[in-house]
């Protein structure tokens, strides 16, 4: 295993073109970045992976939402209030930052998670530690600490009547369809929602290129189950392992991480919910098959201060992307929360639909109900226009407290104003009603992953350095189901046919489906050195024989073991190969 530093795998990005900063020819501009065409090769075949194991294997729909969703969409979600970060202003050169950034960077404060700390708290780490401005080393002691909400704002249509955002998260596209969605799941729970785009935060401080940016790329689930009666089947990931940090491990002083089966976390309560569970042993397959190195890889849960305020619980994946020598630098990957019904609620609060799903009983049942009939020829004159609001809350004070309507009064609150009704004005009665449901209002489960950060540490891990035949090699180990090119197809030298050769072969696996890159420019050697850095599982050399017998000389980028294959066999060997079913080691 070789470690690469964060400076080695930008340039080597850049100069086989996984991805470089955009506006190169502008002056650049810090958060956005273009995948070239083997990122974007590379990023398309993780999102191929991830649709096929957590929509398709799942059984899940898929969707496509806008980017751009109007203000109502936010102001229910919470989004317009509390989406925001800690930034802080350098008094001498006027640069902002992130103020938890800046206490996390110092060695020093001996503080990893700073997010999760109050702004007062974080000034007095600023002062107590003396931290300067990153940029121009200006001391920030006694700089205030702003709140900065992430969302882009924008205009629908022409002038400002219809503010709308860039969406910050993919997940509020899947939650405002819900009704609809419902339907075309036929109200059957649980049931889930995948969908892959592009999400939107506007950044204080864009850095460590794809690991902190202004847009990147999100593929998110969202399950809705009820919470009374449906339970995962762990059968199928009891046996992944991974490894946990939980909260309580995080504070203390010799708490480490706990290496176990996903079976075993549920059984000794590391992780309590078992929807979580299932999704983390999901997840650690999907991150081992793009090519992560589990040994630099854990899910570490939130404290109670990180958890968002929709959540009840939450892991994240984290993977190491540190440079030699370094402690690990362990990044977020991806979240796993369980969201309750905070969102659907919001959402059937502030809009005009249901967000709820009809459950039928086996048997219809007769309950006991509390209901209320005000005498509005009462209210009406008493309380004028409020009338028809103290009716409204009338009904949901008999719903959530009908021991209120014991007395002779009763009291409601309707726009911070009090309104007192006499009982015998009301209506008020327990009837006995037969039911044959009831409207549930789904929780949410949330597998929550970013594609551009797990494109990265698949790089990092799978950067590799060694020697062939004295020579120094860079390959890149990239599992030939995501590698951007599965197959490099050279001829020898491009004479006596055998270009012409290699053209009709590269031709030939090209309408087999495979990823192909001809290349007959400069030596051999060299030209197996350039698809080996960029990943390149595999190589075919159009040689003299090629010509002779039909057969063709096949490569395997890791060992560099070599073998002869008949030209008319060559496409379904490389299919086995990347499928597994055939290993160079095996011969």
Known sequence: MTQVSAEQ????????????????A???????????????????????????????????????APTVLPEPVFEASGHLDGFDDMLVECPECGESHRADHIVEDDPATGIEEAESLAPERVEEVIAEYELTCPTCGTGLAGQAIEQFNLMFETNIGPGSSSPGYLRPETAQGIFIEFPQLAEYARNQLPFGVTQIGRAYRNEISPRKSLLRVREFSQAELELFVDPEEDEPDLSSV????????????????????????IGEAVAEGIV??????????????????IGLDMDRFRFRQHRPGELAHYSEDCWDAEGDVSDPGDEPDWIELGGFAYRSDYD???????????????????????????????????????FGGSAGDVADALAELAESDPDAFEGEEVTVEVDDESYTVPVEKTGFAIEEIT??????????????????????????????????????????????EVAPTTVG????????????????????????GLSVA????????????RQDEIGTPYCVTVDYDTLEDGTVTIRDRDSTAQRRVAVDDLAATIDALVAGEDDFEDR
């Open 26 to 64: 502008y002056g650049g501009v810090s958060g956005f970045y273009t995948f070239g065409p083997q990122g974007a090769a590379l990023k398309r075949n993780i999102e191929d992976t991830w649709r096929e194991r957590f929509a398709i294997q799942e059984g899940h729909m898929e969707v496509d």
């Open 238 to 261: 009891a046996d992944v392992r991974a490894r946990f940090y939980p909260a309580e491990a995080q504070d203390r002083a010799d708490g480490d991480v706990i290496e176990t089966t």
């Open 518 to 529: 001809y290349d007959d420019s400069g030596a051999i050697g060299r030209r197996y050195r």
């Open 435 to 480: 039911e044959s449901g009831e409207h549930v209002t789904p929780h949410v489960v949330e597998p929550s992953l970013g594609i551009d950060r797990a494109l990265y540490t698949a790089l990092d891990h799978s950067y590799r350095e060694d020697e062939i035949d004295g020579e120094e090699r860079t390959y890149l180990a990239l599992p030939p």
């Open 272 to 289: 309590a919910d078992p929807w979580i569970a299932y999704y983390l042993g999901v997840a650690a397959e999907w991150y081992q098959r």
């Open 489 to 512: 197809v050279f001829p020898l030298m491009d004479k006596d046919g055998l270009g012409e050769r290699a053209r009709e072969l590269a031709a030939t696996l090209r309408d087999a």
């Open 9 to 24: 795998l930008v340039e080597l990005a850049k100069r086989r073109g996984f991805f470089l900063q955009s506006a190169g």
């Open 344 to 382: 659907l609620s919001k959402h059937d609060a502030h809009s005009e639909e249901d967000f709820t799903v009809f459950k039928q009983y086996d048997e219809p049942v007769t309950v006991e109900k509390p209901t209320v009939d005000p005498d509005m020829s009462y209210l009406g004159p008493e």
